[in-house]
């Protein structure tokens, strides 16, 4: 890898937000006719019974007050800065919460939760699909592919429904909803961390149920090639011991392909697992879009869509960048 | 064929050796009752149409017959008494290339695709037990590859960035990297043009007689074997033919199978037509009764569909299983 190439791919990168930002500006300017804060005030003054003189004053200010009173290129400058600034605006619906600051809040928890599940569903399910397709593996290990793969049929939400009723409502094993106990101090101790813990298990569990099975499929037929190839055969025949065979010459080569499709996983964490964030009550970016969704939360939904095409713009440079440390066949010097 | 060739000790004592495959119509014989002792520091060469079972033996005597194949008898030998055939799955991993080490065909896609070569073989050694600092072991790793070729370079390239026959050579060395006794190589230079074949073959040569190591090379390339072999096995459906010095074979041969062989070699003098074999090959699923090779055997007579022959002596060194031998044998015997 050369410098040449990682100032390109960064490059590429910024345009990609470049992009997905200028389509979040002009977008919502296309419905012809409509003025939000107008309409906005208007509801307002109807349901409040006020009268309506002073409306067009208080249209104008606050117009002045969002910048909407300038020309539409320099809306359009001032909301790129913004956005590369990662300024977002404010909250329409928790005036005066800044959205940068609702994302910010509830990032660590869908990191904290969601991209651990995927993790470790990608780790169990690349290694069981791996040893479903190992002719070495025990009968018993090769077998445990089959019920994750019937699991990988039911979406996370049912699941989430499902460990729900069984492990917290029947069992009361687990809290039911949220990321923490009600009361709990939200401080760096022992305890929070534990009652953060018990309170990610049942989440955690549909979602890894649910990806074991994804994964496991994808790696099974990957190592039913690899296993037949020419290397493998010959570590055989050099006396090499199972476990390494099985780790480094066929997993290892098997698992290439995987690592494209978990970057990609990781980067629609946020979106793919919105209604389990839901169902959980978790305080995650997917409860975040939610509630935006449900109170037409413009700004708020406006900025998670762009936090979500920097994740995925972002995870897929990084993967870029990556992929020729796992794969020395794969070089981006070749390519000035 | 227990004494020795040119004075050589036997370095492994193959006999009875059968591998069967199960398949759904019926049981197929691919190596069939195959005696052969191999010498120490020989270069032996088996030949034999597609289908006569040379990789089937091969991977046999590496243990590596895998389902729906399995070893269904026989025994093979080594000097020191220990039977190839009868050792549990630990044994036989350590008897992988530290005794028996095997030379691949396809050196194409025979190296880990995402480990440098030298790692490779640094892994290779570890595995089996070879303790030392990277850098002793990353030593011997570079003389191995001197040995057969290649620069130290090669050590930190990845299998990519070699050619066809430079993976070859990189496939030789690590086979070596024990100093095993024998080396079992199946159609080692098969995917290579011609003059990297030569190459190759010397260079095998050489480290042959340097380790004073046992080959066995399979090959369809009879030029080739010519040139490498001292003696020759010639295999049909799955049984051992003929075997004899590497002259006798061409200039002698016994079995009309061998002879048909030699002669359908390709020369300028015959050019133009090209000579084989008459009638096709067997099935091993409904093998023909007595000798094998009967229904298209050009000297065949009544009583070769009834009795099947065995390997016997038919002059010094030299045997074939056939029964016009037998029949002289036998005469003369009496
Ligand atoms: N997996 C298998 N299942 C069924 N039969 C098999 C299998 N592998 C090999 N055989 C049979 O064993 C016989 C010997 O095959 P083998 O590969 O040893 O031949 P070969 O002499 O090496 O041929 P070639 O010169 O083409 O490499 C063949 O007739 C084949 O039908
Ligand atoms: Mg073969």
Redesign the pocket.
Known sequence: MNWNYIVRRVALFLVVVWAAASVNFFVPRLGTGRDPIREKLGQLAASGGLRQDGIEAMVKAYQAKFGLDKPLYVQYLNFLGDTFTLDLGYSLANYPARVGQMIGNAIPWTIGLMVVSVLIGFALGTLIGALSAWPNAPPWVRSLAVPFMTLSAIPPYLLGLIVLYILGLKMQWFPLSGGYSPGMLAIASVDFYLDVLHHSILPALAIVLQAVGFWALGMRGMMVTTSGEDYVTLAEANGLRNRTIFFRYGLRNAMLPQFTALGLSLANVVAGQVIVEVIFAYPGIGTVLFQAIQSSDYTVINGVVLILIMSIGLVTMLMDFLYPLLDPRISHSRQN | MSESVNNREPLLDISGLEVH?E?RRGI?R?VNEVDLTLYKGERFGLV??????????ILALLRMI?T??FIAGGKAVFDDGTDLLALNAEQVRQTRLKRVAMVPQGAMNSLNPVIRIGEQMMLTMREHGEEGERDELMARVVGLLEKVGLKPEAASLYPHELSGGMKQRACIAQAICLNPQLILA??PTSALDVVVQRQIMQTLRQLQIGLDATVLL?G?DMGLMAQFAERVGI?YG?KLVEVGTVSDIFRNPQHPYTQLLISSIPSFETRGDFKGIPGVALS?LDPPSGCLFHPRCPKATDACAQREPTLKEVSPGQWASCLLHEEEHDATAS
């Open positions: 495959f398949t197929a691919a034999g149409e597609s289908g006569s079972g040379k990789t089937t033996m895998k729906p194949g199946d159609e399979v369809h295999m799955g091993l």
